[in-house]
Structure formats: C-alpha cells, structure tokens
C-alpha cells in the first residue's frame, strides 16, 4: 500500500500550487488527476493574468487579491508570463460613468493605470475602432496555463512530491470520522490503487461537488460555462478590455501567435459535456467585432469551453454566474461536517490560483501541526537555463527554435541539446506551427521527463505540439510515430491514440461554420477519415 | 508560322473555360477538348491530388446513374493515354493499404496502387526509407498484419528499411525522392538495388510514394520487371507524390489535346450578365487577367460557393446552378465536382467528381449526355 500525508485530487492550477506549496513546506503529498494536468478550467481559460482590473468596480477585495497576484506570479514564474500590459478601452456606446467610477476604484486599491487619449490607445494599439474615446492601461498579462501548472508539478517533484495522470478517485476511505486514504482507478491501464494519508484535499474545480460527494458532504457548486475563440492572428500587442461593466466575449487576450477571444457566461449542469451552439459563437464574434473590428474577418482556429467552479453557499443561490463572488472559498469540513482530514478549496480564478494553495497549505500546515511559513510568493518556479546549454542550442537549431523551446523547457533545454548532439536528426521540426522538434517530442513522452505525455493531446499540452493552424493534421501523425518508434505505444496503441487525438480535434474545429479553418477541417477528415472509416461511425454528428 | 506560334497570338477567348484543376475540373476539360472546344483550364494549383493518389471509390454509390459506366470508362481511357492508368472498374472491390495500415476500399486505383489488395499466402514486405521520418514501416506493417487478420486474408507483412543517398544538407523527404527519380538514373539503379535483396523473397513492396513526379507506366512497370516483384505506393502526408505524378501525367496529356493552362490565380470574379455567364477574372500580377468564353464549368472545389455570390445554390439535371427560387444563375454556367458536395457525404468524392465532371464536359460541347443527380 501506498502512504503519504497528504493527497490532493485534481491536477489544475490550483491543486498543483497546493503540491508546490507543501512540498517546499515539507510535507509529503501525492496529487491525483482523472485526466491529464490543467485538463479542466485551468487548460480552458483565457490564460489572463488578470490585473485587477476586471473586478475593481465590483468586488474590489477580488481584485486586490488579483493586483497582488500579478506581481508575484509575473516574479516567480517569468517564463509563463508574456507581460503584455493591457487596455481598458472606452468605447463610444457604453457609459461614460463608469469609466470615471473605474479609473477612481483603481486608484482607490493601488491598481496602477494610466489614462490615454483616442489618438495615443490607437497608437498603441491600431485595431481599436477609430471612435473610441480613450483607455486606460494596466498591467494585465497573458500566462500560458499549461506551463503553470506543469512547472509547479515539476518543481514539486522536484522536491519529492508525487502526482498520477489519468487516476480517477473512486473511494474516499473515512473511519471513525476520520480520512483513512483514498482509492483510485487508472483510466488508462484500469489498474486499482489505495493510498494511505491523513489527509485529502479537494481541488477538483468543477468536479469539487462530485468529490465532495465521496467523502459525504455537501459542496454547492455553480458551473458556469465561458466559451472562448482562438483567432489565428494576434489582432492586439496588449490585452484588450472592453471598460464597462463585466459581460460576455469583452476580452481579448494575446497569447503567442493567436489571440483569445471570450467568453460567455451560461449556467450549465455540470462540467462535463459542454456543447456550444452556432448562436453562441455568433454572439461572441459579434461583441468581440465591436471591441476589436478586425475580428470579422480573422480565421477561427478553434472553440473551446471551460466551467468556472463558483462557489455558491445555499444563502446566495438565486445569483447569476456574473454575479457571483470570484473569491475562492476554503471549506474545512472538519469543523462544518465532522469528517476530520478532509477540505474544499473551491472558487476563485487562475490569477489567484497561488493564494489559494497558501491558504489551504496554512490549514493543513496547522492540522499537521508544522511550523513552517509559506513561501511560493518568493521562491523562483523555475531555475535559471543552463546558458552553455543555450549557446550548443544557437548552433544546432535555428533561432526561432532556439527561443521557443527555451521557454518551454528552460533548465532542461540542456537535454534535448546533448541528444541532438548524439543524435542529429532529433533536431527535425515535428509541429511547423510551434516549433517543436523530434528532441523536445521524444523527452516529453521518454522517462527522462517528470512529467511524462501519456496521450498524444498531453504532448501537447506540455509541447503546444498541434495547437496551431493545423491543429495536429500533419504533426499528430508525426508525434503518433514518435510515440510508437520510442516504445511508448505498440501500433494498436499508436493507432487508437491517434484516433481519440483526431476526434478531440475535430470537435473543436466542428462548430466552426466558415472560413480557412473548414478547409482544414475538411483536409484532416479526407486524409485520415478513410482509414478510420471515421465517415461511417461518426456519421450524423457532424454539422455542417 | 509554325504551329507553336501561332497559338501564342490566339486570342483570350474560348470555347469553354473550366476553373479548378481537381479530378473533375480535369476531366470535364479532356471531355470538352475531346469534342473539338478549345478550353482554358483555370487554377489555382493541382487541386486535390496534393493530397491523395485519386483513388476512386463507388461503394454507397447509386450505380444506376446514368452515365456512370460511360464516365468510368471515359477516365480510363484519359488515364491509360496519359501513362498512369488506372486499374479495376465500377464492379469491383479492392483493400488497398494506408499509411495507418488500415485498408481502404477502391474500385479504381492507378495501377501502382491497384496491386496493394493483400491476397492469401502472399508474402509482402514493407519498405521504409532510413530517414523518412513521416513514414514508419514497422508500424504499418504491424497494422496490415491485424487490419489483413480482420479481413480473413493470409498475407504476411515484414517491415525492412533501405538506406537511400541524400543530398548534401538536406532531409530525406519524399519530395527529394521523387524529383531524383526523374531526373537521376543512378538514383533509380541506387533504388532498385536496394529494393533486389528484398524483393527476392517478398511477391509484393509496399512503400512510400517516391517513385517519380512525372514517370509513367514505362518507368515504374520497368522497375518492377527488374525487381519481379510487384509494387505498390502509399501517398504519405502532403504532398503525395503519386498524386502529384497523376496530376503532372494528365497535364502534359490534356496540353497535347490543346487544353490550354492558366495556373497559379485565383477567379477573382465570375462576370455574369443577363444570365450569361461571360468570363473570368483572374487574380493575375499587377492587373487582373479577363478570359471570355462560351460557356463556364466551374469545379472550384467544396469551398467555392462564394463564386456564384455566396446564397446556398443547387444543380438542376444538367448541372447547371440555380438559385434558391430554382432559375438558372446563368444558362451557359455548368458545375461539377466537390462544389457539389454536400457536407456529410465525403466518401465517393473521386466518383462524383469524374462523373460530374464528364457530364458537364459533354454538356458544355452540346453532347446529349443524360445527368440527373440522385
């Protein structure tokens, strides 16, 4: 049997702080997740590191927290942050009263903006429709969530901590009101295990209630879907804000070479399922063309959705899912339920993903009864790259390579040069749009790695490997003989892979209902639609 | 004057123009020119060959369209005159490997493709290229092995790799290989001796698509007479060199029957007056290029709607566009092809393409082709 201290179920944002944050504490842990890491709303989201901004009129303590936040995530963890400033921009329709209210609100709290003319915003930023009236700047960011999360996955483990992809928690075993272990299911092998803690923490977002449920409390949750575009084209250097009271598709967020258009706001029965209807995309497309005109005609790569987990405590239930505090809430149901050794870390938004970890990891520290202070606002999530490493890198791969795989591995870069240098067709690009070459492919799914792939949509979360344009068409198929050619995969298991790799795919793109990307669509399911008679068995759920 | 020249100073206007140079907008043009019109073909490029071999497939087809026999047997025949003809006919099945080792089913395939169909006690060897890294013989021979399990046939599947010569500084790609074989002889002796040892005791190589942009029978028949073995090529990722070489071969067959080609620009703008449809304008360097004709097929591809201003449009029985109240969009205006297709039917695109593309072909030069569709 296996013995930890502490178990965290759910591999998001917040769940991997929270093993971070233990980890430098100390204290051994174990983190579960039914899928792959920041699987749920971490991996769904805009990837803004919000400055505050956002909540200032509303919820001025929410965006304290976030001004607070910003700092600390953009010092520790600069290799996920793009720190592209952000607008606030006035646009001629909306209410001139709350611009005023907005830019007083912000001072009041210690939120840094700047007021710009028209002429001087769309200096900055030439997409802007020529009628604004101006903008206020503030330092809003673009955060690849992906990278968040798996950097504090790997420093944790770094530190010893443990984690398991793709283990769905079955049983909470509690014993005289008190938490004994846990036990889970391995999805993939469907291979049973019991682990022995003291403790276990619930920071599965939005599947908290359903776990919840297995340690027999109550944990009212809210699943409020955002639905959100990728563009393929950075239609604005900063994050684009539309200064009016929060609704929907009124942020647009610069990541890499896309940009991020969302969201909506639709309660929705769970976080499973999610569908999104031709008048939903319309909408979105429609609001976001007022902030951004540009938006019309840019080529949709990609729709997806994600559940923000609201916490709504039975006094508060009649609110809207805009309505609703984006504060987390730590529930310690010891002292609410009896069941000793079991707490919900619920709510709250990726920005303020590292205070929760503190807040729960206080909690624990105290129940364990260790004395030692949290220290994730200063520790560094990653060590400094190797620059020797660097330098072999310049002549072994071209510079865009270069760059970005420096980001995306940093220390570990050192790795994928000396196989290069073994090996020299491991520096072959696999994933034109990302840049990812056969070197970096072949580390993340080998055993080198703490975070090994285990499905082809895991490369790329950890790679960006088919996130652009293509969306896997041709890299999937490359990174499925990768997977296969390093024994990660039999030809059954390549093959299978593949296939589930495609239909996720497919699903993001298949409410598309125009443009370039339909093309795409089209090349991918006439290339490999044959071979897995994928017409025949999916027939009826495409749309048009 | 020879010949040569005077066709030079012949003027912009044609019989028929065909826009798109897929599989139907070809054989909708070898079908006009072959009744006498002299016919532009306009393109942006080698439409879908890029991506597949042209295998054609009639399963879920309704066989007893009219026309159907005389189109297949029409393209045949283009196939045959071109140098890469194609094997199999309306009647027949055939499994023909992927690079996912699956099996695909085909009725018609070019003859390098047509002799992949796995038959009992056949011993098959796999042949990858140290290198190709978009090609991995172990793993579709892995995958032949259990899809051939399936289907209940006895053939065996072996994976071997050749090593192949690469130009200095370069990847190997399949590209690199098919242009080598056209143009370098010791490229094809280098080939064939590393395909002999293999071929000694295998009946059928199954390999990457390399074989040539431009060979013809001669060449890969000549190949296989020197291994005795029989050959068949997979199209890898795009580009698909076996469908580019069809491509190439019915090119250089319709510019002998005075096809004439514009490549390289897009249809800016059907001009389309008093239901008359006069010409095109082509998306030309500096200026755009305007070419009039007598009539117009349009065989743009699935995603061409926008040509004919964007509202849904259907086909009457001769293939002609109307508008959503059903009168025609221009009387002298025919559509063949996937701009046809509708979303959910992918499968026997090839099939509806040369069908629809022959018939709009006859019906362009006044033929009392009979075409109804469904």
């Not at chain 2, 200095?168 to 094809?188: K, W």
Request: charged content about 20%.
């Amino acid at each position: 049997m296996e013995k930890t201290q502490v178990v965290i179920i759910g591999g998001g944002a917040t769940g991997a702080g929270i093993l971070w944050d233990l980890s430098l504490r100390g204290i051994p842990a174990i983190l579960l997740e039914q899928r792959d890491l920041a699987n749920g709303a971490t991996g769904r989201c805009h990837g803004l590191l919000h400055s505050g901004g956002r909540y200032v009129v509303k919820d001025a303590h929410a965006a304290q927290e976030c001004v607070a936040e910003n700092k600390i995530i953009k010092h520790i963890a600069p290799h996920c942050v793009h720190d592209t400033g952000g607008l606030f921009v006035q646009c001629r329709q909306d209410d001139p009263a709350f611009f005023e209210q907005w830019y007083e609100s912000c001072i009041k709290i210690g939120l840094p903006s700047d007021r710009l003319s028209a002429d001087e915003a769309l200096g900055m930023e030439p997409n802007l429709p020529t009628d604004i009236l101006g903008a206020f700047t503030c330092p809003d960011a673009h955060v690849d969530v992906f990278q968040l999360t798996l950097s504090n996955i790997e420093s944790a483990v770094a530190r010893g901590a443990q984690f398991k992809t793709y283990c769905e928690v079955k049983a909470i075993d509690i014993a005289g009101g008190k938490v004994k272990g846990v036990r889970y299911r391995d999805t993939l092998t469907g291979d049973e295990g019991y682990i022995g803690c003291e403790m276990v923490i619930n920071a599965a977002g939005g599947w908290a209630e359903k776990v919840a449920e297995l340690a027999g409390v109550e944990v009212p949750l809210r699943c409020d879907k955002g639905t959100l575009l990728i563009l393929n084209h950075r239609l604005s250097s900063r994050v684009i804000n539309r200064c009016r009271k929060p609704g929907d598709a009124d942020i647009l967020v610069p990541a890499g070479p896309v940009c991020i258009l969302g969201t909506s706001s639709i309660t929705v029965p769970g976080p499973e399922g999610l569908t999104v209807s031709q008048e939903e995309i319309q909408h979105l497309i429609d609001l976001g063309t007022e902030l951004v005109p540009a938006l019309a005609n840019a080529r949709v790569l990609r729709i997806f959705s994600g559940v923000r987990p609201l916490y709504v405590p039975k006094s508060a239930s009649g609110a809207g899912g805009r309505e609703i505090s984006r504060g987390f809430a730590l529930l310690d149901h010891e002292a609410l339920n009896n069941v000793k050794g079991f707490i919900s870390i619920v709510g709250g938004k990726l920005t303020t993903y590292r205070m929760m970890a503190q807040a729960t990891v206080n909690l624990v520290a105290e129940k364990l009864g260790v004395n030692v202070p949290c220290t994730t606002h200063e520790v560094l999530l990653r060590q400094a790259h190797d620059e020797a490493a660097l330098r072999k890198a310049h002549k072994l791969l071209p510079l865009p390579v270069v760059e970005k795989a420096d980001k995306r591995l940093g220390p570990n870069l050192a790795k994928i040069v000396s196989a290069i240098e073994a090996r020299p067709e491991l520096a072959e690009v696999i994933c034109e749009c990302e840049l990812v070459t056969r070197a970096e492919l072949e580390y993340v799914l080998g055993t080198e790695t703490s975070l090994p792939a285990k499905t082809i949509a895991d490369i790329g979360r950890r790679t960006r490997l088919g996130f652009g344009p293509c969306q896997g068409t041709f890299c999937g198929y490359k990174a499925m003989l990768a997977g296969f050619q390093t024994h990660r995969w039999n030809a059954a298991e390549a093959s299978a892979q593949f296939e589930r790799y495609l239909d996720e795919r497919w699903k993001g793109q298949s409410s598309i209902n125009q443009g370039k990307q339909v093309e795409q669509l089209y090349l991918s399911h006439d290339l490999f639609g044959v071979a897995y008679n994928f017409h025949d068995k999916k027939a009826g759920e495409e749309g048009a | 004057m020879t010949r040569r020249q005077v066709r030079k100073v012949r003027s912009n206007h044609f019989d028929l123009i065909v826009a798109g140079a897929g599989i139907a907008g070809i054989t909708s043009a070898a079908a006009a020119a072959g009744r006498g019109l002299r016919v532009a073909l306009v393109s942006t490029g080698p439409g879908s060959f890029v991506l597949g071999a042209g295998c054609v497939e009639v399963q879920n087809m309704d066989r007893g369209m009219p026309s159907l026999d005389e189109a297949m047997g029409f393209f045949r025949n283009l196939t045959e005159l071109a140098g890469c003809g194609f094997r199999g006919g309306l009647g027949e099945v055939r499994y023909i490997p992927t690079i996912l080792g699956s099996f695909q089913t085909v009725s018609l395939a070019p003859f390098y493709m047509w002799s992949g169909e796995p038959e009992a006690a056949a011993q098959v060897a796999v042949v990858g290229i140290k290198g190709l890294s978009s090609f991995d013989s172990n793993f579709v021979a892995e995958r032949l092995v259990y899809h051939a399990g399936l289907l209940g046939r006895g053939s065996t599947y072996v994976a071997r790799e050749i090593e192949l010569s690469i130009a200095e500084g370069t990847v190997a790609g399949t590209l690199q290989f098919g242009n080598r074989f056209d143009r370098d002889a010791r490229f094809r002796a280098e080939l064939c001796d590393a395909l002999r040892p293999i071929a000694a005791k295998a009946s059928l190589i199954i390999l990457p698509g390399i074989l040539g942009l431009k060979s013809g029978q001669e060449e890969i028949e000549g190949l296989e007479k020197e291994l005795g073995c029989l050959l068949c090529e997979l199209p890898t990722l795009p580009p698909s060199v076996p469908g580019m070489r069809l491509f190439n071969r019915l090119e250089a067959r319709l510019r002998r029957a005075g096809v004439e080609f514009f490549t390289g620009f897009p249809i800016q703008k059907l001009q389309i007056e008093n239901a008359r449809c006069k010409g095109v304008l082509l998306d030309t360097p500096a200026r755009p290029l305007r070419l009039s004709s007598e009539s117009l097929i349009l065989a743009t591809g699935p995603f061409s709607g926008r040509l004919l201003g964007n509202h849904s449009f259907g086909v009457n029985g001769d293939l002609r566009p109307v508008d959503a109240t059903g009168a025609l969009i221009a009387e002298n205006l025919y559509a063949a092809g996937a701009i046809l297709r509708s979303s959910s039917s992918a499968r026997g695109g090839n099939a509806m393409a040369i069908l629809t593309g022959y018939a709009a072909g006859m019906l362009a030069a006044g033929a009392g082709v009979q075409y109804a569709q469904g």
